[in-house]
C-alpha cells in the first residue's frame, strides 16, 4: 500500500508511508521528481529547506528533535538561572541574568550585556545563507542526520534501496504520488493515504523573478546562453547568428509599393503582406490625387519665420487700381491685416512731449533722447501707458503699426531758439540738446513726419 516496516536489530518496529517520486538531483540545489506516469516536477531544495527551517516546519522540528537526542539538556528556571545536565547527569545551575536580548520580531534578535552594549544578530538570515553555502550549520545537520540515519539509495528507476543502521536492505518502489494541475498555475499532490499539498508555482515563479531572486538570474543565464543573434549590419541587410555558430545574412531591402492613383500606397512584402497607407493634408495645404498643393483653410493660428538670409517673397502679383484694392500690413503683434490701398505715403507723429528740462522726462526714459518709432508703437497699436479709445463697433481693433525699418523720420520744424544738435536714427530714435539759456514758449515745439517706403 505504499508503507514499509523497518525492524531494528534490538527488534524495535517502524512503519512509515514511502509515498514519494523518483528524483534526479541537478546539481544546483534542485531537484526533478517523477511519477510512473512520466509527470514531473522541479523542486528547488535549498530554498525549500531554508524557508521550512525559517517557519519552523517539518525540517525544522526534526532537526530539533536529532539534536536532542544527542545533546545535553538546558533548563530554563524561570528566574533568569539555568541548569544544565550533561548527557552522564552532571548538573550545573548558572545565572543568565548579564545579558539581555530584544526579539525586534522581524527574525533579528538585539543583545545587550551590563555595559550597554549590543548587538543585533539575523537568525533566520544567518542560518538560511549558511544553509544555502553549505556552511557550519549545514555541515552539523549533514553530520546528524549521516551519523543517526539508515541510508536511502535511489536507482534512478523510480525504486529506491533502504540499508539498516545493522545492513539490513529493502528494495521499494515510490512511485506513487500523483498530482493535478489545478489550470490557474497550481498544482495539487496527493499520496494513497489521501494527503494533499497545493503549491502556486506561477506566484513562486513570479516573486522570484520580482526579487531578481534564483529563478530570474538563472533565466538570464539560459537566455544569454542560448539566444541567437542579429545584428542590423546599417545597410538594410541583417546578420544572423545561432547559438552553434552559424552565420546567415538576409537583404530586408525586398519590399515594393504602388500608388493607388487615390492618394494612397500600398506596400507589399515578399511574402505578399500587404499594408495601404493614405496621406492627409491640412491648415492650408489640400491633396489633390497623388500631389499637395499650397492652398487650402487654415484650421490653427499660423506663422512663418524668416530672417535675413531666408526671406519670403511672392512673384508675379498683378497690378490693381488705387484706392480700388487693399494693401497688406502688419499690426504692432505681427499678425497680418489688409488696409485700404488710399493710405498715404506719410503721416505725421503721433503727439508726444518734448522735455525741455530733466524733471519732465518720463520715468525709465533719458533726458534729450526719445525714441519716436516707440512711441508711435504705443499709441497706434494700443500697447502705451494711456489707453486707446474708439467707437464702440471697432472696439479691440488697433492702428497698424508699420516696421521700423520700412519708415523714414523727418523733422520738419523745431524751435531753433531752444532745440539743438537735433538727430535721428534708422531705427527712429531721436536726439537733441536744449539751450539752458533759451526761454521756453508755447512755440517751443516740433514737427515729426513718418514717410513710409
Given at each position: 500500500?505504499?508503507?514499509?516496516?523497518?525492524?531494528?536489530?534490538?527488534?524495535?518496529?517502524?512503519?512509515?508511508?514511502?509515498?514519494?517520486?523518483?528524483?534526479?538531483?541537478?546539481?544546483?540545489g534542485?531537484?526533478?521528481?517523477?511519477?510512473?506516469?512520466?509527470?514531473?516536477?522541479?523542486?528547488d531544495?535549498?530554498n525549500?529547506?531554508?524557508?521550512d527551517?525559517?517557519?519552523?516546519?517539518?525540517?525544522?522540528?526534526?532537526?530539533?528533535?536529532?539534536?536532542?537526542?544527542?545533546?545535553?539538556?538546558?533548563?530554563?528556571?524561570?528566574?533568569?538561572?539555568?541548569?544544565?545536565?550533561?548527557?552522564?547527569?552532571?548538573?550545573?545551575?548558572?545565572?543568565?541574568?548579564?545579558?539581555?536580548?530584544?526579539?525586534?520580531?522581524?527574525?533579528?534578535?538585539t543583545?545587550?550585556?551590563?555595559?550597554?552594549?549590543?548587538?543585533?544578530v539575523?537568525?533566520?538570515n544567518?542560518?538560511?545563507?549558511?544553509?544555502q553555502?553549505?556552511g557550519?550549520?549545514?555541515?552539523?545537520?549533514?553530520?546528524?542526520?549521516?551519523?543517526?540515519?539508515?541510508?536511502?539509495?535511489?536507482?534512478?528507476?523510480?525504486?529506491?534501496?533502504?540499508?539498516?543502521?545493522?545492513?539490513t536492505?529493502?528494495?521499494?518502489?515510490?512511485?506513487?504520488?500523483?498530482?493535478?494541475?489545478?489550470?490557474?498555475?497550481?498544482?495539487?499532490?496527493?499520496?494513497?493515504?489521501?494527503?494533499?499539498?497545493?503549491?502556486?508555482?506561477?506566484?513562486?515563479?513570479?516573486?522570484?523573478?520580482?526579487?531578481?531572486?534564483?529563478?530570474?538570474?538563472?533565466?538570464?543565464?539560459?537566455?544569454e546562453?542560448?539566444?541567437?543573434?542579429?545584428?542590423?549590419?546599417?545597410d538594410?541587410?541583417?546578420?544572423?547568428?545561432?547559438?552553434?555558430?552559424?552565420?546567415?545574412?538576409f537583404?530586408?531591402?525586398?519590399?515594393?509599393?504602388?500608388?493607388?492613383?487615390?492618394?494612397?500606397?500600398?506596400?507589399?512584402?515578399?511574402?505578399?503582406?500587404?499594408?495601404?497607407?493614405?496621406?492627409?493634408?491640412?491648415?492650408?495645404?489640400?491633396?489633390n490625387?497623388?500631389?499637395?498643393?499650397?492652398?487650402?483653410?487654415?484650421?490653427?493660428?499660423t506663422?512663418?519665420?524668416?530672417?535675413?538670409?531666408?526671406?519670403?517673397?511672392?512673384?508675379?502679383?498683378?497690378?490693381?487700381?488705387?484706392?480700388?484694392n487693399?494693401?497688406?500690413?502688419?499690426?504692432?503683434?505681427?499678425?497680418?491685416?489688409?488696409?485700404?490701398?488710399?493710405?498715404?505715403?506719410f503721416?505725421?507723429?503721433?503727439?508726444?512731449?518734448?522735455?525741455?528740462?530733466?524733471?519732465?522726462?518720463?520715468?525709465?526714459?533719458?533726458?534729450?533722447?526719445?525714441?519716436?518709432?516707440?512711441?508711435?508703437?504705443?499709441q497706434?497699436?494700443?500697447?502705451?501707458?494711456?489707453?486707446?479709445?474708439?467707437n464702440?463697433?471697432?472696439?479691440?481693433?488697433?492702428?497698424?503699426?508699420?516696421p521700423?525699418?520700412?519708415?523714414?523720420?523727418?523733422?520738419?520744424?523745431?524751435?531753433?531758439?531752444?532745440?539743438?544738435?537735433?538727430?535721428?536714427?534708422?531705427?527712429?530714435?531721436?536726439?537733441?540738446?536744449?539751450?539752458?539759456?533759451?526761454?521756453?514758449?508755447?512755440?517751443?515745439?516740433?514737427?515729426?513726419?513718418?514717410?513710409?517706403?
Amino acid at each position: 500500500d505504499g508503507t514499509f516496516t523497518h525492524t531494528a536489530v534490538d527488534g524495535t518496529q517502524l512503519t512509515f508511508d514511502a509515498n514519494t517520486v523518483s528524483y534526479t538531483n541537478n546539481n544546483d540545489g534542485s531537484y526533478t521528481f517523477t511519477n510512473d506516469n512520466g509527470e514531473s516536477l522541479t523542486v528547488d531544495i535549498i530554498n525549500e529547506v531554508a524557508t521550512d527551517i525559517q517557519n519552523q516546519g517539518d525540517v525544522y522540528n526534526e532537526i530539533i528533535n536529532l539534536l536532542e537526542a544527542n545533546s545535553d539538556v538546558l533548563v530554563d528556571n524561570g528566574d533568569g538561572t539555568f541548569t544544565h545536565t550533561a548527557v552522564d547527569g552532571t548538573q550545573l545551575t548558572f545565572d543568565a541574568n548579564t545579558v539581555s536580548y530584544t526579539n525586534n520580531n522581524d527574525g533579528t534578535y538585539t543583545f545587550t550585556n551590563d555595559n550597554g552594549e549590543s548587538l543585533t544578530v539575523d537568525i533566520i538570515n544567518e542560518v538560511a545563507t549558511d544553509i544555502q553555502n553549505q556552511g557550519d550549520v549545514y555541515t552539523e545537520i549533514i553530520n546528524l542526520l549521516e551519523s543517526n540515519s539508515d541510508v536511502l539509495v535511489d536507482n534512478g528507476d523510480g525504486t529506491f534501496t533502504h540499508t539498516a543502521v545493522d545492513g539490513t536492505q529493502l528494495t521499494f518502489d515510490a512511485n506513487t504520488v500523483s498530482y493535478t494541475n489545478n489550470n490557474d498555475g497550481t498544482y495539487t499532490f496527493t499520496n494513497d493515504n489521501g494527503e494533499s499539498l497545493t503549491v502556486d508555482i506561477i506566484n513562486e515563479v513570479a516573486t522570484d523573478i520580482q526579487n531578481q531572486g534564483d529563478v530570474y538570474t538563472e533565466i538570464i543565464n539560459l537566455l544569454e546562453s542560448n539566444s541567437d543573434v542579429l545584428v542590423d549590419n546599417g545597410d538594410g541587410t541583417f546578420t544572423h547568428t545561432t547559438v552553434d555558430g552559424t552565420e546567415v545574412t538576409f537583404d530586408t531591402n525586398t519590399t515594393t509599393f504602388i500608388y493607388n492613383d487615390n492618394g494612397t500606397y500600398t506596400f507589399t512584402n515578399e511574402n505578399g503582406d500587404t499594408l495601404t497607407l493614405e496621406y492627409l493634408a491640412n491648415n492650408g495645404i489640400t491633396k489633390n490625387e497623388d500631389t499637395f498643393q499650397l492652398g487650402g483653410d487654415l484650421i490653427q493660428p499660423t506663422t512663418i519665420t524668416t530672417t535675413a538670409t531666408n526671406t519670403l517673397a511672392i512673384e508675379g502679383l498683378q497690378e490693381g487700381e488705387s484706392p480700388g484694392n487693399d494693401i497688406v500690413v502688419m499690426d504692432a503683434q505681427g499678425i497680418l491685416k489688409k488696409v485700404k490701398a488710399a493710405m498715404p505715403k506719410f503721416f505725421y507723429m503721433p503727439s508726444i512731449l518734448v522735455p525741455t528740462s530733466p524733471d519732465q522726462v518720463p520715468a525709465g526714459e533719458t533726458y534729450g533722447e526719445i525714441d519716436l518709432y516707440q512711441k508711435y508703437q504705443e499709441q497706434f497699436g494700443g500697447t502705451g501707458s494711456v489707453p486707446l479709445v474708439t467707437n464702440s463697433s471697432n472696439a479691440g481693433n488697433t492702428l497698424p503699426v508699420l516696421p521700423a525699418t520700412e519708415l523714414n523720420y523727418y523733422v520738419t520744424w523745431y524751435d531753433t531758439s531752444v532745440f539743438s544738435d537735433v538727430s535721428i536714427s534708422d531705427t527712429g530714435v531721436l536726439n537733441y540738446s536744449v539751450d539752458g539759456s533759451s526761454e521756453v514758449t508755447e512755440s517751443s515745439f516740433m514737427n515729426i513726419v513718418f514717410e513710409v517706403k
